[in-house]
């Protein structure tokens, strides 16, 4: 065996666990983000591929799950700027509609939460997910958004006023 398939092996070894540990919560954050499962899958297998791709130029790999969060940020970026493309080989975007088994599920309050949350621009809806969501702190919140952590300081203290405004304007 040459050095080259020992690297290939333990990069697949370490991406197989990052799989196993965190694609379900990757894939949860990009269902907040996006609204829709299939694509948020879509976002999370790309994410993984990116990584696997580019693992031997990771000068840190302890950061691989960092990466990972930024790419499923940044796909899902992609995917709602694309929605708002319009395009001459499909119709328009129509947003999910909540199934009735999830609405079920949900409940009318996560529900309304849910639309509010959908409602804030991207940069706050990122930081609200980000810091609850994915119970991120607000240094990894600032790494995978890549900005300070002041900025992201802020910008949830905005986002959380924006979101009580939203439900309290709804009730």
């Known amino acids: 065996m040459n050095t080259s398939e020992t690297a290939d092996e333990t990069a697949s070894d370490l991406i197989a666990v990052l799989y196993a540990e965190h694609a379900l919560g990757l894939a949860r954050l990009a269902l907040i983000m996006l609204g829709d499962r299939e694509t948020a899958e879509d976002v999370v297998q790309e994410a993984f591929l990116g990584l696997h791709r580019r693992f031997g130029g990771l000068r840190d790999r302890s950061k691989a ?37 999830s609405a079920a ?7 309304e939460v849910m639309e509010a ?10 930081a609200l997910v980000l810091r609850y969501y994915a119970d991120l702190s607000e240094e990894e919140t600032a790494q995978v958004m890549g900005v300070s952590r002041g900025t992201v300081k802020s910008t949830t203290s905005r986002a959380l006023d924006a979101l009580g405004r939203l439900l309290g304007n709804a009730r």
Do not use: I, K, M
């Open 105 to 111: 599920l949900l409940g009318a309050e996560r529900r």
């Open 117 to 126: 949350l959908h409602r804030l621009p991207r940069r706050q809806r990122e």
């Open 65 to 101: 799950l960092v990466y990972l969060r930024s790419a499923v940020l940044n796909n899902a970026r992609s995917v709602l700027r694309r929605r708002r493309l319009p395009s001459w080989f499909a119709g328009a975007y129509e947003p999910p509609v909540w199934s009735a088994e």
